[in-house]
């Protein structure tokens, strides 16, 4: 899976990343107006000269990603030939990592990755396309450690090969967006229809599991999982009442993106006091606790 992505990622980089930047941001943004659309500060240190957009939110994505991070270390520390646990240290990894490009781009850097020297800012950037398959890199791998910790045998493959299929496909169609310069096949809507499905699958997984078995470990994945759905469902709706824009019309910056942002953080705070511990990989044992 590891050598598939860096492949994806490598012929990205190669074959079109540079072309992103003729994709208009929509509605067309100046330099100018992308500042007047939200806040920043003007950073001097030494020689060095940039505009940090959005603070509080690049603070915030800036932390998810280094807690994220730090849980997937956790986790591969504690793990003890674990395959469930050492998987879900590598998702947890991707997702720190995701993190960090997202943020450079989408808030911390934005004006000076898609609109510094520019007529209009670009709408994308090769940040941005590595987030995405970090992303789903990570939701996958998840996937792997439920694979692990919850079957045996053919379901176990079964799982394993959904997941490296999933993920080859979606490098593949952002492979082909980035070289038509196709916006949808590079969005975080087209992202969440290829995560979505994983997601579901792994909460009837537990929920299933739980329903039969009563073990502990699958509870703990059923909160796990819909702690993110109620996360990603509290983004969508922060953003269809435009609570941002009423906000900050009264000098308040609270985003969507912050929405989603401290809700990740929760989430993985939740994961490393609860799951670490808690997943194992599956034995005829494990069903018989109660």
């Known amino acids: 899976m590891k050598q598939i992505f860096l492949s994806s990622l490598s012929l990205l980089l190669l074959s079109g990343c540079d072309r992103l930047a003729t994709i208009p941001y929509a509605p067309q943004q100046t330099p100018e107006s992308w500042l007047n659309i939200q806040p920043f500060t003007k950073v001097e240190?030494?020689?060095?000269?940039?505009?940090?957009?959005?603070?509080?939110?690049?603070?915030?994505?800036?932390?998810?990603?280094?807690?994220?991070?730090?849980?997937?270390?956790?986790?591969?520390?504690?793990?003890e030939s674990s395959r469930?646990?050492?998987?879900?240290?590598?998702?947890?990894?991707?997702?720190?990592?995701?993190?960090?490009?997202?943020?450079?781009?989408?808030?911390?850097?934005?004006?000076?990755?898609?609109?510094?020297?520019?007529?209009?800012?670009?709408?994308?950037?090769?940040?941005?396309?590595?987030?995405?398959?970090?992303?789903v890199a990570s939701i996958n791998a998840m996937m792997i450690a439920g694979a692990f910790a919850c079957c045996t045998?053919?379901?176990?493959?079964?799982?394993?090969?959904?997941?490296?299929?999933n993920m080859i496909s979606y490098a593949i169609v952002v492979?082909?967006?980035?070289s038509f310069l196709n916006k949808f096949?590079?969005?975080?809507?087209?992202?969440?229809?290829?995560?979505?499905?994983?997601?579901?699958a792994l909460f009837i997984l537990n929920s299933r599991r739980y329903s039969k078995f009563k073990v502990h470990m699958d509870w703990v994945l059923v909160v796990t999982w819909l702690w993110l759905g109620a996360t990603i469902a509290a983004y969508f709706i922060y953003l269809s009442l435009n609570f941002t824009d009423m906000l900050w019309e009264?000098?308040?910056?609270?985003s969507e993106n912050d929405v989603l942002h401290l809700g990740l953080i929760s989430w993985?705070?939740?994961?490393?006091?609860n799951v670490a511990h808690q997943i194992t990989d599956h034995t005829p044992a494990q069903l018989s606790e109660k």
């Open 45 to 79: 240190i030494g020689t060095v000269n940039f505009i940090l957009v959005q603070p509080s939110s690049t603070f915030l994505v800036y932390l998810l990603g280094i807690i994220a991070i730090g849980v997937g270390v956790y986790f591969l520390r504690i793990q």
């Open 84 to 135: 469930s646990q050492t998987w879900w240290g590598i998702a947890l990894l991707l997702w720190g990592f995701g993190a960090l490009f997202a943020g450079t781009s989408y808030q911390a850097l934005s004006y000076e990755i898609k609109c510094a020297g520019r007529d209009l800012c670009s709408w994308t950037s090769w940040w941005e396309i590595i987030y995405l398959l970090l992303s």
């Open 153 to 165: 045998g053919t379901w176990q493959k079964a799982l394993v090969y959904y997941a490296l299929a």
């Open 175 to 178: 492979g082909v967006g980035v």
């Open 185 to 200: 096949m590079i969005s975080f809507e087209l992202l969440l229809l290829f995560t979505a499905p994983t997601i579901l």
């Open 250 to 254: 009264h000098g308040i910056w609270f």
């Open 268 to 273: 993985m705070v939740y994961i490393a006091r």
